[in-house]
């Protein structure tokens, strides 16, 4: 009788390393997926400040009040903002080398 109560506790000791043995897995992939919702909400508003910025220059690509100085300002700032974005946020280039 003594031998199956010692069976019986490994049993449940393995029970209760599996379960917290999932529970860090869980863990883990709720940070993950906490980390993914946040860069999404980042890309998002870099996409919505690049739309609003060639809207700009659309609309104003024949208009007086912004000179084509100005306009060719206004793209070269929007390139490099993007390169930046693609370089550091979407390859993350800093990591590779």
């Known amino acids: 009788m003594e031998n199956k109560n010692n069976e019986k506790e490994m049993t449940d000791g393995e029970m209760l390393e599996m379960s917290n043995h999932l529970k860090e897995l869980y863990d883990k992939k709720e940070k993950e997926l906490e980390k993914i919702k946040e860069e999404n909400l980042d890309l ?12 700009l220059l659309d609309q104003q690509w024949n208009n007086i009040l912004l000179d084509r100085d100005t306009n060719s300002y206004i793209i070269e700032a929007l390139r490099s903002y993007l390169s930046n974005v693609v370089e550091y946020e979407i390859l993350h280039i800093e990591n590779i080398l």
């Open 44 to 55: 998002k508003k870099v996409i919505m400040s690049c739309y609003g910025s060639i809207r």
